[in-house]
């Protein structure tokens, strides 16, 4: 049982550096993203690797409270996507809008 825990250990350590890599990455894109969509994007993924980390540190601390954050975070992340997919799709809107001809311009 004391190697099972060891080995279990490990892994939650190795998981938790991965974590912590993918969270770089991702805030790389974030600041370095091309466009609105890819950022959200980002920061969505950036919730999802935070889930992820905070999981693995609830197993590594024996605290089940951390679970509770993650999925606090979960709910949080995706009505956070979805209003920045409305604005997204409200901003396009406007910007057609503006573009197309009217009949002042004789179009």
Known sequence: MNELSS???WTIRVCMALFTAAFLGVM???VRGPSLPDRVVAIDLASY???GFLGAYAVLADQPAYLDAALVLGLLSF?????FARYIEQRRASVRKRQEPTEESGA
Not at 79 to 83: D, E, N, V
């Open 28 to 30: 790389w894109r974030v």
């Open 49 to 51: 690797v935070t889930m």
């Open 7 to 9: 080995v279990l250990l």
């Open 79 to 83: 009505l956070g996507t979805i209003a």
